[in-house]
């Protein structure tokens, strides 16, 4: 009997399968750390993809993961990965992030 659990890459706290994904920008709107941000993308349906920008700030809530209507974003078991506290500055980065339509500004 196989086992359909994911192993994650190796001192990687959050990835994405973008095969799956559809750029619903979910997971960017329920991120505290601002860990992730939507990327130009022209081969999407879209027009962009999800991006790990940040993952030395993720903090392993796993509420991108719990949220993606397309099982598209992973976050490693804390038995594997050692997550980052919520510090202010990646408070801050979230809100830039989704005050400027899911996407980190240019000039941050």
Do not use: H
Request: hydrophobic share 40%.
């Amino acid at each position: 009997m196989s086992s359909n659990i994911i192993k994650a890459p190796e001192n990687t706290p959050v990835w994405v399968n973008t095969a799956r994904c559809k750029a619903c920008d979910i997971c960017v709107d329920v991120c505290p750390a601002g860990v992730l941000s939507m990327k130009q993308e022209p081969s999407s349906t879209l027009g962009a993809m999800i991006s790990v920008i940040a993952p030395e700030s993720c903090i392993g809530c796993s509420e991108c993961e719990l949220t993606c209507p397309d099982f598209a974003i992973y976050v490693a078991e804390r038995s594997e990965y050692k997550f980052a506290k919520l510090t202010d500055a990646a408070k801050q980065r979230a809100e830039a992030i989704i005050n400027n339509k899911y996407r980190l500004p240019a000039d941050y």
